[in-house]
Nanobody, 117 residues
Framework: QVQLVESGGGLVQPGGSLRLSCVAS????????MGWYRQAPGKQRELVAT???????NVADSVKGRFTISRDNARKTVYLQMNSLKPEDTAVYFC???????????WGQGTQVTVSS
């Protein structure tokens, strides 16, 4: 079982920055994929960015060049640095762990990010 706890969300003005963190506990291996997804009101959950154990990343076109994903395997933590935030980035951001063995997915409870002046 894996538990995920996100932090770092909040209210920020357009053009501002936030850094999200997600700490995992339980059975997680360095080769499991970690990532961030988001869901805006009335919309489906969408991928923001994922990162593999080898530090290979997959970043959505809508945030490419503005958001950076990173991970610390020793701390079982994944980060999302968000710069140049736009109102359309407003959403609940969810941390995800995808287990390579068994293909199970685990989700955090979500953290709200609101970009508004």
């Amino acid at each position: 079982q894996v538990q995920l706890v996100e932090s770092g969300g909040g209210l920020v003005q357009p053009g501002g920055s936030l850094r999200l963190s997600c700490v995992a506990s339980g059975t997680i291996f360095s080769f499991d994929t970690m990532g961030w997804y988001r869901q805006a009101p009335g919309k489906q959950r969408e991928l923001v960015a994922t990162i593999t154990s080898g530090q290979s990343t997959n970043v959505a076109d809508s945030v490419k060049g503005r958001f950076t994903i990173s991970r610390d395997n020793a701390r079982k933590t994944v980060y999302l640095q968000m710069n140049s935030l736009k109102p359309e980035d407003t959403a609940v951001y969810f941390c995800n762990v995808h287990k390579v063995v068994g293909s199970a997915d685990y989700w955090g409870q979500g953290t709200q990010v609101t970009v508004s002046s």
